[in-house]
């Protein structure tokens, strides 16, 4: 069955380094796609970064990147020189399917507290 | 270009009733997913629409339905509203197809609270 599953309930980074929040997943389906979003008190999610399971480079995007371990089934994220507005809920995502339909599941998600 | 767009953004219903949630995919985006967020449960996906038809469905009951429009924008339903169905309401849109940028957006989410 699929799966993601994020170790870290909660981080502490301090401001301007930077910091990796843990995801692994499961799933038997050879083509999928991972996703990072941030969840703010707002409540609205945020795409940060995505990966693809064929695709060879990690994904960066900006501030983020995605460090893709495929045969360790992980996509942790790092952030790197952290700031005080990066502290949010972080959730780790998976899709997969085809074209007869898609469908994502979450992690329970990493709550980031970015100290100044 | 416009982001996803829910409406309402804040609902406050009794048991019983029923309600329905709308959402406004971006401009081409043919996908349209919905998920429940609540503190115990996490996101939880509840269906999938594209091109008007329903591509997936998780596991929630019959109460939870859904439909897409010819202009993507997509309505949820719940009828016989339960408390436990109190919850953030968000959607989710991508282009849907294969060989399409594979990046999905959310809208800001509809929280409904049943009294």
């Known amino acids: 069955a699929q799966k993601i599953t994020q170790t870290q309930p909660g981080m502490f980074v301090q401001e301007k380094e930077a910091v990796t929040l843990d995801c692994t997943y499961d799933?038997?389906?050879?083509?999928?796609?991972l996703f990072w979003y941030k969840q703010p008190s707002s409540g609205e999610m945020i795409f940060l970064i995505y990966?693809?399971?064929?695709?060879?480079q990690n994904a960066t995007e900006g501030r983020y990147s995605l460090n893709f371990q495929k045969a360790r089934k992980s996509a942790n994220l790092v952030i790197s020189a952290s700031q005080l507005g990066d502290s949010a809920m972080y959730f780790c995502a998976m899709r997969e399917g085809n074209t007869g339909g898609f469908k994502t599941i979450f992690g329970a998600g990493t709550r980031l507290f970015v100290k100044a | 270009k416009a982001g996803v767009t829910q409406t309402p953004r804040y609902l406050i219903k009794t048991r019983g009733q029923q309600v329905t949630l709308s959402c406004s995919p971006i401009?081409?985006?043919?996908?349209v997913s919905w998920y429940q967020q609540t503190p115990g449960q996490g996101l939880q996906f509840l269906f999938e629409y594209f091109s008007e038809t329903q591509r997936n469905k998780g596991n929630f009951p019959g109460r939870f339905s859904g439909r897409q429009f010819s202009n993507s924008r997509s309505e949820m339903n719940v009828s016989t509203l339960e408390l436990g169905d109190s919850a953030l309401y968000l959607c989710a849109s991508w282009p849907g197809g294969l060989g399409t940028s594979n990046e999905q957006f959310f809208g800001p989410g509809t929280r409904l609270t049943v009294l």
């Open positions: 799933t038997s389906d050879p083509s999928y796609g």
């Open positions: 990966q693809g399971s064929y695709d060879q």
């Open positions: 401009s081409g985006h043919r996908s």
